[in-house]
């Protein structure tokens, strides 16, 4: 074979090489088609979500006599912020107590679980996976089996009905999920060999909770409480049967927003968005570690 032959044999071969082949251009084809309806089913599911929102948050916007069922999809003819006043000066107080009731209800929990899971997870005793399994049976039981009976241990020990016994019962009902997620956290993140080292150098198992477990169980504490100052925040059934009208969370306090012969819709909807801003406000600050956090906890079980 001549020099100029092999070249031209040679160019030949980079061609069929640059060129794609068929299945190539279909699976391309099939993938462009794919992503297409993935972002037209995620463009539906957004507007599935928002419509609710939508019409809440213009009625909120709306006079007392521009908030019919006829005209709910409307923009308002007047634009004012006088329902926004009023669901502020009902709920103010309101507000205060359920983040006096939030913030230490999800502090508490999460510690307790966090010490929990530890043990469950890295310090093992006879009779562990019991004792996990008695915990985690706390989780299965509704909050309208034990309000009855909660409600009278409240009062045959005398406590006060308001929000002290409020951190009280959501401590006690945040202890499982808690537990659970620390447990799987640290089963997964913690090396065993740390705990070893501990061990070797004499640390007890408060030195090695306190000084090498809880630095490196930040992710693990954002999930918990995110999940425990929502589902404080958001709680109505225990405000109801462990409080009184005077000294409730938010939600009595949205609930009598709303109540009445006559309710005043627009204010409800501001309230309503009002009482929402506190999770939202959480969720923006903290949310950037919620997913890998509960990632984390969900390797290994």
């Known amino acids: 074979m001549t020099a100029v032959e092999a070249q031209a044999a040679t160019g030949k071969a980079a061609a069929a090489i640059s060129r ?17 309806v993935r972002y037209i089913l995620l463009l539906l599911f957004l507007l599935f979500v928002l419509t609710p929102v939508y019409v809440v ?21 007047e634009w004012t912020l006088e329902p926004w006043r009023k669901a502020w000066d009902v709920l103010q107080p309101y507000m205060i107590r359920s ?22 997870a890295r310090w093992r005793f006879p009779g562990a996976n019991i004792v ?14 034990v309000m009855l009976p909660l409600r009278t241990t409240f009062t045959e020990l005398d406590i006060t009905r308001g929000v002290p016994t409020l951190i009280v019962a959501h401590c006690i009902y945040g202890i499982p999920i808690c537990t659970l997620i620390f447990r799987n956290y640290y089963a997964t993140i913690v090396p065993n060999e740390i705990i070893e080292s501990a061990r070797v150098d004499g640390a007890g198992l408060i ?22 100052f929502t589902s404080v925040w958001n709680d109505f059934l225990f405000a109801l049967f462990l409080t009184q009208q005077n000294n409730g969370p938010v939600t009595l306090g949205l609930a009598a927003l709303s109540g009445g012969q006559k309710v005043d819709y627009a204010a409800s909807m501001a309230g309503a968005l009002i009482t929402s801003f506190p999770t939202l406000l959480v969720y923006i600050l903290l949310g950037r570690w919620f997913i890998g956090g509960l990632m984390a906890g969900a390797l290994k079980g």
């Open 20 to 36: 794609k082949p068929p299945s190539s251009r279909l699976g391309e084809g099939t993938t462009r088609r794919s992503r297409t």
């Open 57 to 77: 948050l213009i009625t909120s916007f709306k006079t007392s006599g521009d908030t019919t069922a006829a005209s709910q999809w409307n923009l308002p003819k």
């Open 99 to 120: 983040l006096s009731l939030a913030i230490p209800a999800a502090i508490i929990s999460s510690v307790i679980g966090s010490a929990n899971g530890f043990v469950l």
């Open 132 to 145: 996990f399994a008695f915990i985690l049976f706390g989780m299965f039981i509704p909050y309208q089996a």
């Open 207 to 228: 030195q090695t909770y306190a000084r090498i477990i809880l630095p490196i169980s930040i992710s693990g504490f954002v999930v918990t409480l995110i999940w425990q």
